[in-house]
Structures are given as structure tokens and as C-alpha cells.
């Protein structure tokens, strides 16, 4: 099914009506699901507080997390979910958070690759987390990139002057 959410609202389309789940109080950023079964949104609160929420077809949990900013998510399988956020990433190993730091540059966007590595853009940085291992390269300013997409072959980077393959996927 579609899923999205905005606000304390999640809402899913069934196939023939929209169903809406409340999460009070929430201000939710970003709503991913893999399945109907592994549902999951973040937001980030004034009080330097970051919030998953996760849907498991039944009932919402909540996992807070302090001193970070997320600011995207993608769900490849309910023990498969990847949180980009100002100090690295968070995976979500179905049994566990998993923390990959980063010193610096807040991620503006977050993809997976067809080999299962998390990509993000920061700045002039795009970084990919292989093996536990970061390795980061330099995007000329003027590309102003802002957005990375992870394709078959292909991660492309975008900005405001447009979208370019950057780089073929190893």
C-alpha cells in the first residue's frame, strides 16, 4: 500500500480507502515503509531530541534518540532501515540501532545502493558507508548539490543546476 505522513498524521491507502494513524503530539519529517508489516517515520523535536517511530501492522513504538537531527530514512525490509541524520547514519539490523558516525557536515539526503550501501550527500561531500568504513569525495561547489539517488548502475547527484550521474555503482 501508499503510505505518507505529515504532522501527527500517518495515513495509508488499503487499495480501496485511506486508513489514518494518530501519533499524538508527533511532527513527523519523513514516512518510509518497506512493507505494510514495517512501517517507520522520523522527526526531530525543539528539545534535541530525534524520534523513530515504527508500525509493525499492529501497533506504533517509539525509539528516541538524543543530541541528533534526522533528516531522512529509507526502509528496505523491516531488519533492513537506514536513518541519515547531522552526526551519520543509524541502521536498524531488526534487533538493533547500529550508530556510523560522522565528524561533521549534516546529510541532506540519504540512498541505498543495489549492494546494500547506504550513500549521503553533506555540502560538497557525498559519503558512502561500505564495510563499516566511510569513504568521502569531493563535489565542486558549483554543482550545488543537494539530493543524491541511488539507480541500478548509477548514483546520481542533483542541485539547483540540475541532476548529473556522478558516479558508476562498484
Known sequence: GIWQGQGEWVRHWNGSEWVNHRLEGANLTRVEA???????????????????????GEA???????????VDIRALAEDNVWVASDRGLLNW??????RYEVSEGLATDLCVDGLGRPWTIAQNTVRLLDG???????????????HIACGTDR??????????AWRAVE
Open 132 to 146: 563499516g568504513e566511510w569513504t568521502e569525495s569531493y563535489i565542486p561547489p558549483a554543482a550545488r548539490p543537494t
Open 34 to 56: 518497506a512493507s505494510n508489516q514495517s512501517v517507520w517515520a522520523i522527526e526531530s523535536t525543539e528539545s534535541d531530541e530525534s524520534i523513530i517511530h515504527s508500525f509493525d
Open 93 to 98: 539490523d531488526g534487533s538493533a540501532w547500529q
Open 155 to 164: 548514483i546520481w547527484v542533483g542541485g539547483d543546476r540540475g541532476p548529473f
Open 60 to 70: 506504533w513504538e517509539t525509539d528516541r534518540f538524543d543530541g541528533a537531527t534526522f
